[in-house]
């Protein structure tokens, strides 16, 4: 069945250190992959997304992912994390000819001083 | 530039009323979705629209869901006789198009629906 896996329900993180958030995803075919954060009371913020190419992608606010085929990861990192990345973060794709997305079940970021 | 605009950003109503949730996609884009994101189910497509192309459907949970767009901008997603498993946050997106070509989808801020 096709689905996506974020492994990590909670990750507590100091600020200043780096951050990896994990996801996997079960697809035929290497579908559309986003990353999307929700801080408390908002909607979704895209982050980046992989379409072809360069398999490490750069976002805003200093995220970038790497995809890889062989593990059908497409991992999020931070080198530095500041306080106001404490959030929810949310993988999803598209499958090719499709629009609907699916997301993984999210992963709570906590940052403590 | 202005984002997607939902409103109303909370809704509190009595179970059995009818609501109505608005969303105002961005400007220029053609494809229009409302997604569901509930503490039970994590985030759910319900609905999307493309152009003047006959909706899908398929994620309404009921037939007390329903939703049209009108002149291809504005979508109002309706729940009738509202139960206490509607409570949820109504979350819409849209984006340039539609199917093919992976356009990213931006989201609006949702509508928080409490049924009492």
């Known amino acids: 069945a096709q689905s996506v896996t974020q492994p990590d329900i909670h990750i507590t993180v100091s600020e200043g250190a780096s951050l990896e958030l994990r996801c996997n995803y079960s697809y035929g075919a290497t579908p559309y992959l986003f990353w999307y954060v929700q801080s408390p009371g908002q909607g979704l913020q895209l982050l980046l997304k992989?379409?072809?190419?360069?398999?490490l992608v750069q976002g805003i606010k200093g995220f970038e992912a790497e995809f890889k085929r062989s593990q059908s990861s497409f991992n999020l990192r931070k080198p530095s994390v500041h306080w106001s990345d404490a959030a929810e973060y949310f993988c999803?794709?598209?499958?090719?000819?499709?629009?609907?997305?699916?997301f993984g079940a999210g992963t709570t970021v906590t940052v403590r001083a | 530039g202005a984002g997607v605009s939902q409103s109303p950003s909370n809704k509190v109503t009595e179970k059995g009323k009818d609501v109505e949730l608005r969303c105002d996609p961005i400007s220029g884009h053609t494809a229009l979705y409302w997604y569901r994101q509930s503490l039970g189910q994590g985030l759910e497509f319900l609905i999307y629209f493309q152009g003047n192309s006959a909706p899908d459907k398929s994620g309404l949970p009921s037939d007390r869901f329903s939703a049209e767009r009108t002149g291809g901008s504005v979508s109002t997603l309706t729940i009738q006789r509202t139960q206490q498993e509607d409570s949820a946050v109504y979350l819409c997106?849209?984006?340039?198009?539609?199917?093919?070509?992976?356009?990213?989808?931006?989201f609006g801020d949702g509508t928080r629906l409490s049924i009492l």
């Open positions: 992989y379409f072809s190419g360069d398999t």
């Open positions: 997106a849209s984006s340039l198009s539609g199917a093919g070509g992976g356009q990213p989808q931006h």
């Open positions: 999803a794709v598209v499958p090719w000819e499709d629009y609907k997305l699916s």
